[in-house]
């Protein structure tokens, strides 16, 4: 009789993971034999259905949790649950993003905190909180972070901000962090267009998409896939973040 074990699936949490880039990131790592775990703030149903989804796929490999990343009350207990609900972690990935126009004129203290709060102080703190789990699992941190975070895009300047911050933060816990913890950052390019009604003109968009060495723009999936890469095949990576934005930094 045989007598071999399987290995325990590598345990990934995903913040903003029930729409978007974060629910393709969930799809892509969890086909790739990951366990997931769906953070989610305001979109319980789309995150409920996201598991339920991959759960008929392979049982009890997906499960929920709520947090408001700009409460910082509520980031260790996202931790310490990730934990109690697998048991371990490999993966964190600070996906989270908010993202408004701010007029320079009209910024207001409430408009910095929601900004920097979610897109700066949150992924930190969850990375503070996990390091001794990732540690101990020789894992990694994979940062969502914005090509605007190295050129500025005008009547957005916390947003910009706070993504320049991130890559700093990036490379930053890639020496606190290191040899234990590898810590990168992917910086998309044009992937979704903007909910916000009206946020983008459509002459807007084509002037983007015709400044884009691709002309055309990208898909969550090529971010997914550009975040699988840095946890299966980038074991001597740390400390970069790579642009997957078709060339558009070229022309910025």
Not at 26 to 35: P, S
Not at 82 to 88: D, L, M, N, S, V
Not at 135 to 147: E, L, M, P, R, V
């Amino acid at each position: 009789m045989s007598t071999k074990t399987h290995p325990k699936p590598k345990v990934a949490l995903i913040t903003g993971a029930a729409r978007r880039i974060g629910a393709v990131i969930a799809r892509i790592l969890h086909e790739n034999g990951i366990n997931v775990l769906i953070h989610y703030h305001q979109s319980q149903k789309e995150a409920q259905l996201l598991a339920e989804n991959l759960n008929k796929i392979r049982p009890h490999s997906a499960k929920i949790l709520s947090a408001d990343l700009t409460d910082f009350s509520e980031l260790k207990p996202l931790i310490d649950k990730t934990i109690q609900a697998f048991g371990q972690l490999d993966i964190l990935i600070n996906n989270a993003s908010c993202f408004f126009k701010t007029e320079i004129n009209t910024i207001t203290h409430r408009m910095w905190n929601e900004l920097i709060n979610t897109n700066l102080t949150a992924p930190f703190f969850l990375s503070q909180a996990a390091f001794p789990h990732l540690a101990k699992q020789q894992g990694c941190i994979i940062n969502i972070s914005d090509i605007h975070g190295q050129r500025p895009m005008r009547d957005y300047p916390v947003y910009c901000i706070s993504k320049a911050a991130l890559n700093m933060l990036t490379k930053t816990l890639s020496r606190e962090l290191g040899p234990d913890v590898r810590v990168n950052a992917i910086s998309p390019g044009q992937t979704i267009w903007p909910e916000a009604e009206n946020a983008l003109s459509p002459v807007i968009k084509k002037k983007i998409i015709h400044r884009t060495a691709l002309e055309r723009h990208g898909s969550p999936d090529e971010i997914a896939k550009g975040v699988l890469f840095l946890i299966k095949d980038a074991d001597y990576i740390t400390g970069q973040d790579i642009a997957i934005d078709g060339g558009r930094l070229l022309y910025i």
